[in-house]
């Protein structure tokens, strides 16, 4: 059984050529077979079932592994973070990427400022056929025939003689150990490649992902501080109108506007108190977003000028009619 959650088993033909390729190369998978695609593995069982033969097998094992042909499609969206000046050298419209990109299409750059991205779908097929050199110099047997073991000398037998006729035991030749270390070690050695590799590339990922961390943090804390300081330039402009129309408002008695004119006064100063309000939580916090703009600003001060006027021709009403 290969896997028990896809149903996959593996039969006795293929345990038994898997026996001999293993025996062939030294080790089983090789990176040949490994190189192949799920299906090319599936087909390259399912035609070794005849090759019952080691030297047929082997000769049909290396054909498969030496020959190989790619096809693929390839698909790329994205593109570079660079300033708006940038793509308008290159012929796009500066102005359309300003006021089209996607939020995570734009950000700022510690040293470029405001950088846009122009995320460009490309697509490609990209084709490739050739040979390739089979790793089968995995395992190194030694094919050379086995040392004939001298004939164990035989004693006289002599009956009466009180010996225990016993089986011979011969001693093992030191080639099939040594073979057996070498290929010990290099399992080892492999295993341990293997080990440093995964551990550089851990490495090399926690420090990429170190300074990705940095480079965002850098660039919110400079975001934060642009927030903070337009906020505080537009609480300047709202402190500089609300006082005085407060003080103008106390200064005149409510009754004495027409009903019409004292809803209006008291509507722009509910605006004005409310957008100092969301000023004022913008730089407290500025990672919040600023809800309020230059412009809405700028028409809130231009009311409050407005209606200090009209107060104060209201005012003077009153005081010429007191002088009457």
């Given at each position: 059984?290969?896997?028990?959650?896809?149903?996959?088993?593996?039969?006795?033909?293929?345990c038994s050529r898997i026996t001999q390729l293993?025996?062939?190369?030294?080790?089983?998978?090789?990176?040949?077979?490994?190189?192949?695609?799920?299906?090319?593995?599936?087909?390259?069982?399912?035609?070794?079932?005849?090759?019952?033969?080691?030297?047929?097998?082997?000769?049909?094992?290396?054909?498969?592994?030496?020959?190989?042909?790619?096809?693929?499609?390839?698909?790329?969206?994205?593109?570079?973070?660079?300033?708006?000046?940038?793509?308008?050298?290159?012929?796009?419209?500066?102005?359309?990427?300003?006021?089209?990109?996607?939020?995570?299409?734009?950000?700022?750059?510690?040293?470029?400022?405001?950088?846009?991205?122009?995320?460009?779908?490309?697509?490609a097929t990209r084709g490739e056929t050739g040979?390739?050199?089979?790793?089968?110099?995995?395992?190194?047997?030694?094919?050379?025939?086995?040392?004939?073991?001298?004939?164990?000398?035989?004693?006289?037998?002599?009956?009466?003689?009180?010996?225990?006729?016993?089986?011979?035991?011969?001693?093992?030749?030191?080639?099939?150990?040594?073979?057996?270390?070498?290929?010990?070690?290099?399992?080892?050695?492999?295993?341990?490649?293997?080990?440093?590799?995964?551990?550089?590339?851990?490495?090399?990922?926690?420090?990429?992902?170190?300074?990705?961390?940095?480079?965002?943090?850098?660039?919110?804390?400079?975001?934060?501080?642009?927030?903070?300081?337009?906020?505080?330039?537009?609480?300047?402009?709202?402190?500089s109108a609300l006082p005085s129309l407060e003080?103008?408002?106390?200064?005149?008695?409510?009754?004495?506007?027409?009903?019409?004119?004292?809803?209006?006064?008291?509507?722009?100063?509910?605006?004005?108190?409310?957008?100092?309000?969301?000023?004022?939580?913008?730089?407290?916090?500025?990672?919040?977003?600023?809800?309020?703009?230059?412009?809405?600003?700028?028409?809130?001060?231009?009311?409050?000028?407005?209606?200090?006027?009209?107060?104060?021709?209201?005012?003077?009403?009153?005081?010429?009619?007191?002088?009457?």
């Open positions: 059984m290969l896997s028990k959650s896809k149903g996959t088993f593996r039969c006795n033909t293929c293993n025996g062939v190369f030294g080790t089983w998978p090789t990176h040949g077979f490994k190189a192949m695609t799920e299906a090319e593995q599936l087909d390259f069982f399912s035609k070794i079932g005849e090759k019952k033969i080691t030297s047929e097998l082997e000769a049909f094992a290396k054909e498969s592994f030496e020959s190989f042909s790619v096809q693929a499609k390839t698909y790329y969206d994205g593109g570079s973070f660079v300033p708006l000046s940038v793509w308008e050298t290159l012929g796009y419209d500066a102005d359309q990427i300003r006021t089209n990109s996607a939020p995570e299409d734009r950000m700022t750059h510690p040293v470029l400022g405001d950088v846009y991205r122009v995320s460009i779908l490309c697509t040979s390739k050199t089979a790793t089968v110099a995995e395992g190194v047997l030694d094919r050379r025939e086995p040392k004939q073991l001298p004939a164990p000398a035989q004693a006289p037998r002599a009956s009466g003689s009180g010996l225990k006729r016993g089986r011979f035991k011969p001693r093992l030749s030191s080639s099939s150990s040594s073979s057996s270390n070498i290929h010990h070690k290099r399992r080892k050695d492999k295993t341990r490649a293997k080990t440093a590799s995964k551990g550089k590339k851990h490495a090399a990922k926690k420090k990429d992902d170190a300074n990705r961390k940095r480079f965002e943090e850098r660039a919110t804390a400079i975001e934060h501080k642009k927030t903070k300081a337009l906020a505080s330039k537009l609480a300047g402009r709202v402190l003080a103008s408002v106390q200064a005149l008695n409510a009754d004495s506007l027409p009903p019409r004119v004292r809803s209006s006064v008291d509507e722009v100063l509910k605006k004005l108190r409310d957008t100092r309000a969301k000023i004022q939580a913008t730089i407290d916090d500025p990672s919040r977003n600023l809800e309020v703009t230059a412009d809405d600003v700028a028409t809130l001060a231009a009311s409050a000028k407005k209606a200090n006027v009209v107060i104060a021709s209201a005012m003077a009403s009153i005081a010429r009619i007191g002088n009457f």
